[in-house]
């Protein structure tokens, strides 16, 4: 599968403009005939919106549309999957979501999944959660690729929200994120970045699964946006990664044997299935089982 | 018997080295951001002191905007250091940026005539007050943005004068504490002289940071990283410093929240601004 990540710093609250540059990259991307294409996190809207979330989040159905429509304009003749991060307004609920799409297709765009970011960061520089409401699944659908999950960012940061997608089958884990650059004594680039990697590969390797990451870039009120778009192979190796700072796009071939031979070699998830119900039915792990159980 | 090799981990201090290179590009990539892409505004204007946190900032702004863009005003008082005004100079002819000076004097002392009461303390505020007054005229002058000089450790000891020195709607180097100030502003190859020489307000003659703040920046920042990283008093000590000086910088830090804020407004809707009605800046 030929897949590209799109780095770049959408115009705060100004979805228009954002399209535009999603037609920009399709554009670009036209004669390598990608078959996915991923945006990070609100992209459509930047990530710092505070009240404005209420103004300028929008309804699956609209951002299915729109994203066709800037696919269709730019490539006419061909379908792809796009993933792109953006603010949903579910009937006056509002979620930070990403979209799995598929644009081109005859009968107008289709909704593979929409996933709802878990982990709203509400600490220090965050503050997502008094303006949103977090999902409450992570789900595993069917791709081109094979078994595919989306994480949003923090998602991505909880071992297990990785494990868990792991043992639902997925094989390609799509991360976008928002990420502001923070620590300024790395050796080559933001110790954020090097942690973003660090934990990244980790999954990739512990799980056998490819990890593809695009991150937003561009400065919000101060907040630089540290971009880092990368993407890690099953055995947990870097494949390609962008800077903290340029508008650009990360090309990456996914090869589906190469999830079979990492998994062969290092059998990490296929022991933790086997292992897994000791570990999970461990009634001194703190998580209701039945309603009338402390938590 | 054969004695076990002993690694024994110190206690541990967060650092505060910085890599400058990264910081430099970071920094220049924030003030091409805030002034060309938000704000479509191409030049940028400083209060040049002669000291070296409007020198750093200077050297940032000429290399993100090139230093036909960079506009520095100096603005002495009668009782300026004539080094201050040499030091500036020499940070203009070093980095070819335009360089004016627009005398304060007159302005101050014609206010002061009607405070003849007015102390050091007064006075030094009358005067940071003014420079900010010519330099945002000076800024509409020229299409040009006034771009902040503060830096962490004053901004978080209140050694500034509040809706003075902090009013400049960007500020590069706010989140940099003094020491990496210096780091910084060395590896940028700011002259020596302004490097080197005893940090200085220069509102009164012979005044010095230090000798103001009563603790070496070295060890107010090491002591205001640990602050900031919710370290109490006993564990700051533990770590090497002195009682008093903990004390002294945990009570400047206190007794300034109110500096780092907009003024306190009475709320009295649910539509209050900033409170309820939450907009970011760039939005």
Request: one cysteine or more; hydrophobic letters at 45%.
């Amino acid at each position: 599968m030929n897949a590209a990540l799109v780095q770049f710093k959408p115009r705060k609250g100004d979805v228009d403009a954002n399209l535009a540059a999603m037609r920009d990259a399709f554009a670009q991307l036209a004669g390598d005939q990608p078959e996915l294409v991923v945006f990070p996190e609100a992209s459509l809207t930047g990530y710092f919106l505070e009240g404005g979330v209420y103004e300028l989040a929008l309804n699956v159905p609209d951002v299915a549309r729109r994203i066709d429509e800037t696919w269709r304009a730019a490539v006419p003749d061909r379908a792809c999957d796009v993933v792109a991060g953006f603010y949903e307004n579910a009937d006056g609920t509002f979620h930070n979501s990403a979209i799995y799409l598929r644009c081109g297709e005859p009968g107008g765009p289709r909704v593979v999944h929409v996933h709802r970011k878990m982990f709203l960061p509400t600490y220090g520089v965050f503050d997502e959660e008094r303006f949103l409401t977090r999902g409450r699944r992570l789900s595993v659908f069917e791709t081109a690729f094979g078994k595919t999950a989306m994480l949003i960012c923090e998602d991505a940061w909880h071992a297990l929200a990785t494990t868990v997608a792991a043992l639902k089958g997925a094989r390609l884990l799509i991360v976008p994120s928002a990420s502001p650059g923070r620590g300024l004594c790395g050796e080559n680039e933001l110790e954020s970045n090097t942690r973003w990697k660090s934990i990244l590969a980790a999954a990739a390797a512990e799980h056998g699964v490819y990890v593809v990451y695009a991150g937003l870039t561009g400065f919000e009120g101060g907040k630089g946006m540290s971009g880092g778009t990368c993407a890690f192979s099953p055995r947990g190796d870097l494949l390609a990664s962008a800077g903290p700072l340029e508008r650009c796009i990360v090309k990456i071939r996914l090869d589906e044997e190469e999830v079979d031979l990492a998994r062969a070699t290092i059998p990490l998830l296929g022991d933790l299935n086997a292992v897994l119900p000791d570990l999970w039915l461990d009634p001194e792990i703190p998580v209701m089982r039945r309603l009338e159980d402390d938590a | 018997m054969t004695a076990f090799a002993v690694v024994d981990a110190p206690l541990d201090e967060p650092s505060l080295r910085i890599n400058p290179a990264l910081t430099a590009a970071w920094l220049e990539a924030f003030l091409r951001d805030e002034l060309i892409e938000r704000r479509a505004i191409g030049r940028a204007i400083i209060g040049l002191s002669g000291g070296i946190d409007s020198a750093l900032v200077a050297y940032l702004c000429a290399r993100a905007l090139g230093p036909e863009n960079v506009y520095a005003i100096r603005m002495p008082y009668k009782s300026s250091s004539p080094s201050s005004l040499s030091d500036a100079q020499c940070v203009i002819d070093a980095l070819g940026i335009h360089g004016e000076t627009v005398e304060i004097t007159d302005a101050v002392d014609g206010y002061l005539k009607h405070a003849p009461d007015a102390d050091a303390r007064r006075k030094g505020n009358v005067m940071a007050r003014m420079r900010m007054l010519v330099l945002f005229d000076q800024s509409a002058r020229r299409d040009a943005l006034p771009i902040g000089t503060g830096n962490k450790t004053e901004r978080l000891m209140g050694y500034f004068t509040w809706h003075a020195d902090d009013t400049p709607p960007v500020n590069p180097i706010g989140d940099l504490f003094k020491t990496q100030v210096w780091a910084l502003a060395r590896f940028l190859g700011v002259p020596n002289e302004v490097v080197d020489k005893p940090p200085s307000a220069d509102l009164e003659a012979n005044q010095t940071d230090e000798g103001d703040l009563g603790v070496t920046y070295a060890n107010a920042d090491r002591i205001l990283n640990l602050i900031l990283l919710g370290y109490r008093d006993a564990a700051i000590v533990a770590r090497g410093h002195d009682p008093d000086e903990v004390r002294l910088v945990r009570r400047r830090v206190d007794g300034t929240h109110w500096k780092r804020h907009l003024p306190t407004t009475a709320l009295v809707s649910s539509t209050a601004i900033n409170e309820f009605y939450l907009r970011p800046v760039d939005y």
